[in-house]
């Protein structure tokens, strides 16, 4: 292994410095596999086929509303990424405490919502899909990955308006047409 060397080995932030991102609104989300392995399934006649891993990443995304106070947007799983938009609609609804006297102050049937934001988000939704990628390697004999299933990072782009999200999801919706252009193709 190669020894830290600041000069070769820094990480910049793809993040915008001093940004909010718990903040209500619209987040645009894109999530690379490491290495750009296909592991999700094929395009087939423009639409994309998902395999049994590309199906249970569609359960993990959708399971997050279930888990954070979040409504999920458009979305479309690849190859070899994922592209979704995430809507964080605000407070979070778990039950609040007195903290002197543990007395609940409102009421909340179901399980706490986790309050949002990006990073804890995309952080839940990766380890949830690799550990369930890496049971089913070992049970059902999966493509393994080498390292992580992951990159490291993820694109987020904050959406400001309404023809910026219209765009978007026209975006998301047409990706599995304009594989072969994508710059993720990995044909």
């Known amino acids: 292994m190669m020894k830290y060397n600041p000069e070769i080995h820094h990480r910049r932030s ?11 609104g619209y987040y645009f989300l894109t999530i690379c ?10 395009i087939e006649n423009d639409i994309m086929v998902l395999n049994d891993a590309g199906k249970m990443i569609d359960h993990w995304w959708n399971e997050l509303k279930n888990k954070f106070q979040i409504e999920l947007d458009q979305y479309v799983i690849m190859p070899n990424h994922f592209h979704g938009v995430i809507n964080i609609v605000g407070a979070d609804l778990c039950v ?53 299933l992951w990159q490291r990072n993820y694109y987020e782009h904050i959406i400001r308006d309404e023809t910026s999200l219209w765009h978007i999801r026209e975006y998301v919706t047409n990706n599995p047409c304009q594989w072969r252009q994508d710059e993720l193709f990995t044909g």
């Open 96 to 148: 609040c405490h007195d903290n002197k006297s543990g007395e609940q102050l409102g009421e909340h049937t179901g399980s706490p919502l986790q309050e949002p934001s990006i990073n804890k988000i995309i952080q839940w939704f990766k380890t949830m899909t690799t550990n369930d990628y890496i049971y089913n390697v070992k049970q059902n004999h999966w493509k393994p990955f080498n390292g992580k």
């Open 33 to 42: 596999t490491q290495e750009h392995k296909c592991l999700f399934g094929k």
């Open 14 to 24: 793809v993040r915008l410095n001093g940004y909010d991102y718990s903040q209500t």
